[in-house]
């Protein structure tokens, strides 16, 4: 146990680092949005490129990508009918919950968590493409549906939205472009190379810090939150059920010590900041989108420790 703390140990410390930063006020709320842009145009996709490069399209396993299907469906399905049924929230309010509990923070702490673990990111490169390609693009289509009034073919606006934003996503093209340089066997230039693993091996601290800063600038209003029960709700649907539902359907499909482990952290890790920046997108009360981002990812520190702990015995015991 005590090896697991200390390799997940530079993650924690800083996201509190950061956090500290931001509670102190040495950066201004706002400023962590700078870093974010940093890691999500330039270094993610760096470190992605030369990862799925090295990687080749044999990452794209089926079991491993029907797994992570299944669980992601389950899950949603689960958190739409509390939301909606339970909690009674309007349509919009419950399919943003869901997309909440399924999303995860790919970039800002996904990414940096697969680096420690793993020693490098392509095996969160499959499921990062289910997510943002196929649940993402039906959540907003959903959201989209719910909230137009319009009639006529305002469907195929949407359409087209949604495919410039994936055609747009710098994470997305840069994975693809690795990835098929790397199956190819493309001789890229060493200075090419040399200059795309020094960016992207900045992913992990400046996504980390600018993670803690983002959750000291939110944490204050955490006051005028009152929906305490969703709130629990959500992060324990988030960082319990789902990698616990992941594990089940992960060794139903029979797959490996090292794809098992990448699927369950993948669902475990904390929920995805996008997701109330959608929320604010369609006018929607954001803060419980909010919340749940910043406490997934406060207790993430327990969590991810607990599932890296019971998953180090089980693949031990199946050994």
């Known amino acids: 146990m005590l090896y697991i703390l200390n390799t997940t140990a530079s993650i924690f410390i800083t996201i509190l680092i950061g956090f500290m930063c931001g509670a102190l006020r040495?950066?201004?709320?706002g400023q962590d949005k700078i870093l974010i842009n940093y890691v999500f145009y330039i270094a993610l996709p760096a470190n992605l490129f030369l990862s799925?490069?090295?990687?080749?399209?044999?990452?794209?396993?089926?079991?491993?990508?029907s797994s992570y299907l299944v669980s992601a469906i389950i899950i949603?399905?689960?958190?739409?009918?509390?939301?909606?049924?339970?909690?009674?929230?309007t349509l919009t309010n419950s399919?943003?919950?869901?997309?909440?509990?399924?999303?995860?923070?790919?970039?800002?702490?996904?990414?940096?968590?697969?680096?420690?673990?793993?020693?490098?990111?392509?095996?969160?490169?499959?499921?990062?493409?289910?997510?943002?390609?196929?649940?993402?693009?039906?959540?907003?289509?959903?959201?989209?549906?719910?909230?137009?009034?319009?009639?006529?073919?305002?469907?195929?606006?949407?359409?087209?939205?949604i495919i410039r934003a994936i055609i747009s996503n710098p994470v997305?093209?840069?994975?693809?472009?690795?990835?098929?340089?790397?199956?190819?066997?493309?001789?890229?230039?060493?200075?090419?190379?040399?200059?795309?693993?020094?960016?992207?091996?900045?992913?992990?601290?400046?996504?980390?810090?600018?993670?803690g800063l983002t959750c000291a600038f939110n944490f204050r209003s955490l006051r005028s939150l009152s929906q305490l029960i969703p709130l629990i709700t959500m992060v324990?649907?988030?960082?319990?059920?789902?990698p616990l539902i992941a594990l089940l359907i992960g060794s139903y499909f029979g797959l490996d010590a090292e794809?098992?482990?990448a699927l369950v952290l993948f669902s475990a890790s904390p929920a995805a900041a996008h997701t109330y920046i959608i929320a604010k997108r369609y006018n929607m009360d954001a803060d419980l989108a909010t919340f749940s981002v910043i406490f997934s990812t406060m207790l993430s520190f327990i969590s991810i420790n607990l599932w890296?702990?019971?998953l180090s015995k089980i693949l031990s015991l199946a050994n």
């Open 26 to 29: 040495l950066f201004k709320p």
């Open 52 to 65: 799925c490069y090295n990687a080749k399209w044999s990452i794209f396993n089926l079991a491993y990508l």
């Open 76 to 89: 949603i399905a689960l958190s739409y009918l509390l939301n909606r049924y339970w909690f009674k929230f």
């Open 95 to 161: 399919i943003i919950n869901s997309l909440n509990v399924s999303q995860v923070g790919v970039g800002l702490f996904t990414m940096p968590l697969f680096m420690v673990v793993f020693g490098e990111t392509h095996l969160a490169m499959p499921l990062m493409v289910w997510q943002s390609v196929v649940f993402m693009t039906l959540g907003i289509f959903c959201l989209q549906l719910s909230v137009e009034k319009r009639q006529g073919n305002y469907i195929a606006g949407i359409f087209g939205k």
């Open 172 to 211: 997305i093209i840069l994975s693809l472009i690795g990835l098929t340089a790397g199956t190819f066997a493309l001789k890229l230039p060493s200075f090419l190379i040399t200059s795309t693993k020094s960016i992207g091996d900045t992913l992990s601290t400046v996504a980390l810090f600018s993670l």
């Open 236 to 242: 324990t649907l988030k960082l319990l059920l789902f």
């Open 259 to 261: 794809y098992l482990l």
């Open 308 to 310: 890296l702990y019971m």
